[in-house]
């Protein structure tokens, strides 16, 4: 339950969750700016990350997921995969005002609505769920399943968007972006639990190296979606993808909990449906769709 993360101090694992959606949220507005503009010959390959390196605007945003990270392992080392990782969906709520801001024109209702709809369905969620700590320990079998199954998934993703339209492409490439990122999270926090006994330690575990290559794939696939154009799809998608792929790791293979009672799993759903609704309808925001990426 929540009390259960009160040794790591609950109101910083929020305050630090929040840092790392507005750290994330800033960067993907940036990084997409630069990115749709990329030929677009070069969705997964990996000259469309040498061509991105060399712009500032994207190299800010990079800087930005990376505080973004940051933020982000110092919450898991202190709180669960189930608590931290909802509270990223915000991070499209911190992005808003900063695309608005480059584009010169003021947040409106039609915007503050589904901000406030997506911040009462986190809360809703994590009021109703109460979720419990567990042991990012699993078995050698366990990482290895799941390692296969989010690998399979990713491949999946990647080889559906190279036959489709833009609109294909960029919804199923932040799907898998958004399951990479929920694996790397999941790393992230066994990574954490690892340095707590030494940095020779950690290295001598698989945790900090599959966390190298998992980050690369998920950062080749978001950068992919993103080039993608169409935000309102990319974003929203990868948005809730992270979470959804976290919290379901958590449970499954940390041994984390939620409530499972029927009016806590009532509360659950519809503050995921609350959400998720509120996070597509700010994606599709003017601030957010600029004339180029509305295909």
């Known amino acids: 339950m929540f009390h259960h993360h009160l040794n790591g101090g609950l109101a910083s694992i929020v305050l630090l969750s929040l840092a790392s959606a507005a750290s994330y949220g800033l960067g993907a507005v940036l990084q997409h700016r630069t990115a749709v503009k990329e030929p677009a010959n070069l969705s997964m390959q990996a000259g469309l990350l040498v061509r991105l390196v060399r712009r500032p605007m994207w190299l800010i945003g990079s800087v930005l ?12 080392r202190r709180g669960s995969l189930a608590l931290v990782e909802p509270i990223l969906v915000l ?11 480059l584009d010169r024109r003021a947040v409106g209702r039609a915007e ?5 709809a997506a911040v009462a369905g986190v809360g809703l969620f994590l009021g109703a769920a109460q979720p419990g700590v567990g042991r990012p320990d699993a078995s050698p079998m366990a990482w290895v399943l799941l390692s296969v199954v989010v690998a399979v998934f990713c491949g999946a993703m990647t080889l559906g968007a190279a036959k489709g339209s833009r609109r294909r492409a960029a919804l199923l490439l932040a799907a898998g972006s958004g399951t990479a990122f929920g694996y790397v999270a999941a790393v992230t926090e066994r990574t954490g639990h690892l340095l707590d006994q030494g940095v020779l330690h950690a290295l001598s575990s698989f945790a900090p190296y599959a966390l190298v290559v998992a980050g690369a794939a998920a950062l080749l696939l978001t950068q992919s979606s993103f080039h993608a154009g169409l935000l309102r799809l990319s974003l929203p998608t990868l948005t809730i993808a992270q979470p959804l792929a976290a919290v379901a790791i958590g449970l499954l293979v940390f041994g984390e909990h939620i409530d499972a009672r029927p009016l806590a799993v009532a509360g659950e759903a519809f503050g995921v449906m609350l959400a998720t609704l509120g996070v597509f309808a700010l994606a599709r925001s003017p601030a957010n769709v ?4 509305a295909l």
């Open 65 to 76: 997921d990376g505080l973004g990270y940051l933020f982000q392992f110092l919450a898991l």
């Open 91 to 101: 991070s499209l709520v911190f992005a808003l005002p900063v695309a608005a801001w």
């Open 112 to 116: 503050v609505v589904p901000a406030l």
């Open 290 to 293: 600029r004339p180029e990426t």
